[in-house]
């Protein structure tokens, strides 16, 4: 278990490390040049005629260190939210091919449950560890030492809630991503809106490009967090509704496959 969750934190950081460097490296490359060269446009523009109008561009809209850290976010996000559901899919498959079988008719007594529980600890350890063989081992050790369904059916009720329980409290990280990113779209907002008052002088005396961009800034800024917020609560939905179809599969098939062949006699 501690070797999966230090395995997970490398997984995790080297992610945020490869989204920074790929996300920075695009803006140096790409939309900081775009974005000034737009910029630069605009200028002369009203240097000759002395009009200013305002052209929309993408690399205007997503040239700020808070879109910048937005992207990040994002990238690192997407890259946990793979990782957690290429686990839950690979244990999905796990559950039509687990070894464990129990003949149309037949029961398992007391004295069978730890023959079919040798079969389970015989398993490798990648499928050993993954949901349902562990909740059948715990049933199937329970029935073998209470000799009681009733208590081997309570097992399982707890093995599969407390799996849902650990599968959400894992994705806290990516919720504090979903927060953060509208966070510091608000960031870049109360930054853009300052850096407009502190130039309010020039657009007095003519020039109003500095305003214009810093309250680009306010603005664009939050459009671009609001968006990617949204984008990844959709993918994170749709990763809870996967690790939820997860459980509810797995206790049915647990339900189907053990639980209504034990007996006492």
């Known amino acids: 278990m501690k070797s999966n969750l230090f395995s997970e934190f490398l997984y995790q950081l080297i992610a945020l490390l490869l989204a920074v460097i790929i996300v920075h490296t695009a803006y140096v490359t790409v ?11 605009q200028r002369a523009e009203q240097a000759a005629s002395g009009t200013y109008t305002v052209k929309r561009s993408l690399f205007i809209v997503v040239k700020d260190y808070e879109q910048e850290s937005c992207f990040v976010l994002l990238l690192w996000a997407t890259a946990i939210m793979g990782f957690k559901a290429r686990t839950t899919l690979r244990e999905r498959r796990q559950l039509q091919a687990l070894p464990f079988s129990v003949a149309p008719g037949a029961r398992i007594l007391p004295e069978d449950a730890r023959t079919y529980a040798r079969a389970l600890q015989a398993l490798p350890p990648p499928a050993a560890k993954s949901l349902l063989p562990r909740a059948l081992l715990a049933a199937l050790q329970r029935f073998a030492t209470t000799r009681n369904v009733q208590d081997v059916a309570q097992s399982l009720r707890e093995s599969f809630e407390t799996e849902a329980s ?9 919720r504090y991503i979903v927060w953060a990113i509208p966070s510091i779209g608000f960031i870049g907002t109360v930054r853009g809106i300052s850096q407009a008052l502190e130039q309010a002088h020039r657009a007095v005396e003519g020039d109003i490009v500095g305003v214009t961009v810093s309250l680009g800034v306010a603005f664009n800024s939050t459009f671009v967090a609001l968006i990617i917020s949204l984008f990844v609560m959709f993918l994170l939905h749709q990763l809870q509704l996967l690790q ?3 459980v509810f599969d797995g206790q049915a098939c647990a339900e189907s496959q053990l639980l209504r062949h034990l007996a006492t006699r």
């Open 31 to 41: 939309v900081w040049p775009g974005a000034q060269a737009v910029l630069d446009e």
């Open 166 to 174: 650990r599968l959400d409290a894992e994705l806290s990280m990516v």
């Open 244 to 246: 939820e179809r997860l």
